[in-house]
């Protein structure tokens, strides 16, 4: 009995979620384009569109780890990222010794701590519960940042400036270098995500996110799998949080990391697709251009009668609306039309 209802619920996580990954050359050929933008892009490009936009695919990711694989809903993202961030700086500050990437892994583990202690109520709660637990995290932690001179170092200003960043020698000072640093980390940790999606942890996350009851009946330990998710969405937020921070922003502050920020993760992974690991990107490419589309758009908008003053009411507007659209008509997000496209791009040769 328990084989064939492990069976069962195995299935069933494996059929209600999007693609893990696109296919091996697909993503190679993303990736050779992404490795070459900064021999044609601008430094405004680099530094203001397309860094923010590894960032916060990184963000999505982690929210979706959680998410869209483990079903554990949260809206206390930004915290996390503000937990990764002060946490990288004071073991920069503080332990001088540690190379960037240690303290990038050191703040990230910090981070899955505290998330983990954030993750606890999610063994008695679940839903709109949740949802007002990590609710509660987020403007506890951004609280406590404030209050706490520790945390800042002890600075008065409340916004501290990014230390100097380079690993083996070489500086990371330039918008170009910046950018190579992001890209690198993005591309080691979406690999790691995408092969632990697909072990036996990915496997226990979608038993428990599609029926926690017949996950437990078949041996699945459910507070164990929920608080594991936790941890891992935290430590990947975290080195978001800590890039956003010091690669993209510049300085440490927590009003950097406030509520819209964590509305604006959680947009990324219902437009680019939950339980997708290539929606991640989707979604925080659409959050990211759109604005810039919408600005260059203004002259066609005054004509219209729109005052450019509301361009960014407009911009809510659509994310209302496209989020209440892709819940309705494609709870799979731009990952399953892009996946519908790309299926029908292979068949029209046969069609033809």
């Known amino acids: 009995m328990r084989p064939f209802m492990s069976n069962i619920v195995i299935r069933r ?4 979620v999007a693609t893990p990954v696109a296919p091996g050359l697909v993503m190679a050929a993303g990736l050779a384009i992404l490795a070459a933008v900064p021999g044609v892009a ?24 959680l998410t869209g694989y483990a079903g554990q809903l949260s809206l206390g993202t930004a915290a996390f990222m503000a937990v990764g961030a002060y946490a990288t700086y004071n073991f920069a500050v503080r332990v001088p010794g540690l190379s960037l990437l240690m303290d990038l892994l050191l703040g990230g583990l910090t981070t899955a701590a505290i998330g983990a202690l954030f993750g606890l109520p999610s063994l008695r709660i679940k839903g709109f519960y949740l949802i007002a637990s990590t609710l509660a995290a987020q403007f506890f932690i951004e609280w406590l940042l404030t209050k706490v001179s520790w945390f800042s170092n002890d600075d008065t200003s409340g ?6 960043l380079s690993i083996f020698g070489w500086s990371i000072a330039t918008p170009v270098s910046r950018y190579q640093f992001v890209l690198g980390v993005v ?28 996950a437990a009946v078949i041996g699945i330990p459910i507070g164990r799998t929920k608080l594991l998710a936790f941890a891992v969405s935290s430590f990947v937020i975290g080195i978001a949080g800590a890039l956003w921070a010091f690669a993209y922003l510049g300085t440490v502050e927590p009003h950097g990391f406030d509520l819209n920020l964590s509305f604006e993760v959680l947009f990324i992974i219902i437009i680019g697709g939950m339980g997708s690991i290539a929606g991640n990107f989707y979604g925080a490419a659409f959050i990211v251009l759109l604005p810039i589309a919408l600005s260059h758009a203004a002259g066609a908008l005054a004509a219209i009668g729109l005052d450019v003053g509301q361009l960014q009411n407009l911009q809510k507007i659509l994310f209302g609306s496209l989020i209440i659209v892709f819940l309705i008509k494609e709870p799979d997000g731009l990952a399953r039309l892009v996946q519908i496209a790309r299926q029908r791009l292979r068949n029209w040769p046969l069609r033809a």
Do not use: K, Q
């Open 13 to 16: 996580a494996r059929l209600n």
């Open 42 to 65: 601008s430094e405004y490009w680099l530094s203001a569109v397309l860094t923010p936009f590894l960032i916060l695919s990184l963000a999505g990711l982690g929210l979706n780890l």
């Open 159 to 164: 916004v501290l400036s990014a230390p100097r």
């Open 187 to 214: 591309v080691v940790v979406f690999v790691v995500a995408a092969s632990l999606v697909r072990s036996e942890l990915g496997r226990r996350w979608m038993a428990v996110r599609d029926m926690d009851t017949a």
